[in-house]
């Protein structure tokens, strides 16, 4: 059974950082694109960040660009969000998604795979 498993949401304030961990189980995601979504009250899921098979691309949210890394450690079968600069609009449940395809999408109907989300609060 594939998981997904999302940790290191929390509460902070404006101005300071995090760094989400998706873990992956019963499968390996080393030739697979990942990605970031995520959900605000009353919003839809958005996409925020993907990362190709390789690591060598990535794509971001016009929101969060330049704020927001995503990375991956294939040898742990993990992908990373580093987010700075966090801002109260960042306020929401955030998603990991894998897809069986090896290149980038920002589309959540692309990904196959979803984690259970972890919530992210940005207190101003």
């Known amino acids: 059974q594939v998981q997904l498993v999302e940790s290191g949401g929390g509460l902070v304030q404006a101005g300071d950082s995090l760094r989400l961990s998706c873990a992956a189980s019963?499968?390996?995601?080393?030739?697979?694109?990942m990605g970031w979504f995520r959900r605000a009250p009353g919003k839809e899921r958005d996409f925020v960040a993907a990362?190709?098979?390789?690591?060598?691309?990535?794509r971001y949210a016009a929101s969060v660009k330049g704020r927001f890394t995503i990375s991956r450690d294939t040898t742990k079968n993990t992908v990373y969000l580093q987010m700075n600069s966090l801002k109260p609009a960042d306020t929401a449940v955030y998603y990991c998604?894998?897809?069986?395809?090896?290149?980038?999408?920002?589309?959540?109907?692309?990904?196959?795979?979803w984690g259970q989300g972890t919530q992210v609060t940005v207190s101003s």
């Open positions: 998604a894998g897809r069986v395809d090896l290149d980038i999408a920002t589309v959540s109907s692309s990904y196959d795979y």
């Open positions: 990362i190709n098979w390789s690591g060598r691309t990535t």
């Open positions: 019963g499968r390996t995601f080393s030739g697979s694109a």
